[in-house]
């Protein structure tokens, strides 16, 4: 991807640098913990911007919550968009939001970089909720579902968050795929997607031209990030120039890697820096099964990562 915005004087801006915005626990692999980290390992440079500051993630229990004021949260967008290292930025991925005053400033930055930088790709991660309901204030979810989400190039909410953006129960992956192509953005990634098998958890990528479906089995209980971590090495690995199918098989297969790791160590949270290697090169095999395509509607092919 090339951009009009020149980086700062003497310098020669990183390919495929990602500006990561989402929260930031002090102890912990979820929101920019994980995102930041898998995106580094893959090689590529990272603009972290802590949406909230946690002392851990809320599933440990109640803690210290720090959120920006608005203003200031504000004018630190509009300087990044704007800055001598906007030149730098190649994708933006959005995750968990500490306000509703948070979403325009995002939904500005992206469109003034996207003026800048025409081949800027926006992901976002509507992070909402779970089969609990959801996580975070109504007017946090409306907002991003109202400014974030039309204007991503990429989502990637998991099964809940599709069903609550689409305001109707989702039975199985037909009505997955009718609600992702409802959404707006031109790729949609739908986690905790319906498998061939109780047993079994899927991935669901869905374009204006088919929906592969990457499956592998699933866990009784995992660590909060998983979804953090999917769509991070799903943008990373797009950008590296990866087709669809090899970014969702390469990302499913390194997330069910370390949730295999993690269970072993009998952690608590992602252990991402014991297995850098497993994000880089998954050592499972995830084959992608292709379950609509526009040519062939009725037909189902399997694909592999070469």
């Not at 990528?205 to 971590?229: C, I, Q, S």
């Not at 969702?248 to 014991?274: C, H, I, K």
Request: glycine share 8%; hydrophobic share 50%; aromatic share 4%.
């Amino acid at each position: 991807m090339s951009g009009t915005v020149e980086a700062a004087a003497g310098r020669t801006p990183p390919a495929g640098a990602v500006a990561v915005i989402s929260s930031h626990v002090a102890r912990g692999a979820v929101g920019n913990r994980a995102a930041v980290f898998a995106i580094e390992t893959l090689g590529h440079p990272v603009i972290a911007v802590p949406t909230v500051i946690l002392p851990w993630h809320p599933g440990h229990g109640a803690a210290t919550r720090i959120v920006h004021d608005p203003a200031l949260f504000a004018g630190f967008m509009s300087d990044l968009a704007g800055g001598p290292f906007a030149g730098e930025i190649d994708a933006v991925l959005s995750g968990y939001i500490g306000s509703p005053d948070q979403v325009p400033a995002i939904a500005d930055a992206v469109a003034f970089l996207r003026r800048r930088r025409p081949g800027l790709v926006f992901a976002c991660d509507p992070v909402i909720g779970d089969a609990n309901g959801l996580y975070v204030p109504d007017e946090v979810a409306r907002a991003i579902a109202g400014h974030l989400v039309p204007a991503a190039d990429i989502a990637t909410p998991n099964r809940f968050e599709l069903a609550w953006l689409a305001g109707r129960p989702l039975k199985d992956n037909a009505d997955l795929i009718a609600a992702a192509r409802a959404l707006g953005p031109k790729k949609v990634l739908v986690t905790s997607a319906f498998a061939g098998a109780t047993d079994r958890t899927g991935n669901l990528l869905v374009t204006a031209d088919g929906a592969l479906l990457a499956e592998h089995p699933a866990f009784a209980r995992v660590p909060n990030g998983t979804g953090d971590l999917t769509a991070a090495l799903l943008v990373a690995h797009l950008l590296d120039g990866r087709s669809e199918a090899e970014a969702l098989m390469l990302a499913t297969a390194s997330v069910y890697d370390v949730l295999q790791s993690t269970r072993a160590r009998r952690a608590d949270e992602l252990t991402l820096a014991a297995d850098a290697d497993l994000l880089r090169t998954p050592k499972s095999k995830v084959n992608a099964t292709v379950i609509e395509e526009k040519s062939r509607p009725a037909e189902t092919e399997r694909v592999a990562v070469k």
